[in-house]
Each structure stands twice: as C-alpha cells, then as structure tokens.
C-alpha cells in the first residue's frame, strides 16, 4: 500500500520567505510527528499530533514554527521568515498510534534557504 | 526520560552477525525498547521494538537483558544494504514522543 508522502521532496527559498511542507500519512494512521534533520545528526522531534490535536510541540524551536493537521489526516509544516539556520531534511511520519506501534517514515524534504 | 547511549559507530564482516548495543539504565518499568535504522538518503524505518522479553522479527532480533538496563540488537548476517545508521529508542510509557538520538553507524565489509 501507499506509503508516507512528502511534498516537495526538495524547496529552496529566499531568506525572509514563508514556506509550507506537506505530509500525506498512510490512510487510517491516527498519530503523525515532524522531524527535521540536519547533517550527521539524527532526527529531532518537532511535534506530534493526535487526531487533529497537536499533543506535543514541545520540539518547535521558535514561533516561526507552525503545524496543523486540520481533518486529522494530511499535516502542513508552515515556517514564516525562513533563516539560513531552517536549512534541513524535514521527515513526517505517522502511525496507528496504538501502543507501541511503529512509526512509517516518509523520504523527507529538502529544504534549502539561500 | 530515559537516557540512551550507543557506541558512534561499527564496523561488521559481510555475513557475520552484528551486535549492536543500547545502553538504558535509567529506563522505567514500562518503557518499551524500539530500534529504528536509517539508510543513506531515505528517511528512518522500524526494525524491531520489545518490552522485557527477547524478540525476534524477519530483519533481525533484540535481546533484552534482565535487570532491562541494557538491550542488544542482532542482525544474524550482515548485507550491504545492512549499512544504515541505527538508533535506539525510549519513548517514554504513556506517550508517543520517539526522541532519537546521533545512533550508531554500521558499515558493512565486502
């Protein structure tokens, strides 16, 4: 079946920019998080949502930073002012958020900030 | 939350076992153990996850030490395409927050 799409898989954008990235999960996952991973480092946590709540966003750095997930299915990351720091692969995954079950992750977006 | 700690990095034969360590002494009673790798260019994917006992799965299986403060992660024969970084991970029991951390590089030798 499908898997976790991304789009776009790549964004480059003009420092200052506002920029949105979007997460289609596997149908019926309830749970979806945002990473976002810079070179040589692992994944770091972003936030997860729960249905359409976001449960955790303890992992958004600023409030620049902002996601939504308004049916409870696809995610839009949204960053405003882009910086040249924002420059990262941004991973979505998602899950049937039942105990401990896995996370699917998607192949990420590349984001460039010139 | 529990803490993790994984040697940087490894190196494995070519159709030799791999033993890949976790070390989770502050982990709590409920906490479940998961192991996830990433290949270059691709984003995370699950392997395997356990709660106290050892469990064994197609890709590899997890062993679990009994006082739980430690785990191991077996690939029983090492590929190639077994060349990821592999993390360990702690979510803690009542959430869903996967924090990984910088994991263990695994090269493979032809």
């Known amino acids: 079946g499908a898997g976790v799409s991304q789009t776009p898989s790549n964004k480059v954008t003009e420092k200052g920019k506002y920029v949105e990235l979007r997460c289609d999960p596997i149908s019926g996952h309830t749970a979806l998080y945002w990473y976002r991973q810079s070179?040589?480092?692992?994944?770091?946590?972003l936030i997860y949502f729960q249905g359409t709540g976001a449960a955790d966003d303890s992992g958004l750095p600023n409030d620049r930073f902002f996601a939504v997930r308004p049916e409870g299915s696809v995610?839009?990351?949204?960053?405003?002012?882009?910086?040249r720091g924002?420059?990262?692969?941004?991973?979505?995954?998602?899950s049937a958020g039942l105990g401990a079950s896995p996370l699917h992750?998607?192949?990420?977006?590349?984001?460039?900030v010139t | 939350d529990a803490k993790t700690t994984q040697p940087n990095s490894m190196e494995s034969n070519e159709e030799e076992p791999v033993h890949l360590p976790c070390n989770h002494s502050t982990i709590s009673g409920t906490d479940y153990i998961h192991w996830y790798r990433q290949?270059?260019?691709?984003g995370p994917e699950y392997v395997i996850h356990g709660l106290t006992s050892n469990v064994n799965n197609r890709m590899a299986s997890l062993a679990i030490a009994e006082d739980r403060k430690s785990s191991t992660l077996i690939l029983h024969r090492a590929t190639l395409r077994d060349a990821a970084v592999y993390y360990c991970i702690l979510p803690p029991s009542g959430t869903y927050k996967y924090i990984f951390g910088t994991g263990t590089r695994l090269k493979v030798l032809a």
């Open chain 1, 75 to 83: 995610s839009t990351l949204k960053i405003q002012r882009t910086e």
């Open chain 2, 39 to 42: 290949l270059p260019s691709q």
């Open chain 1, 86 to 94: 924002d420059s990262a692969v941004y991973l979505c995954a998602s």
């Open chain 1, 105 to 112: 992750f998607g192949n990420g977006t590349r984001l460039t």
């Open chain 1, 39 to 45: 070179l040589g480092q692992g994944p770091e946590f």
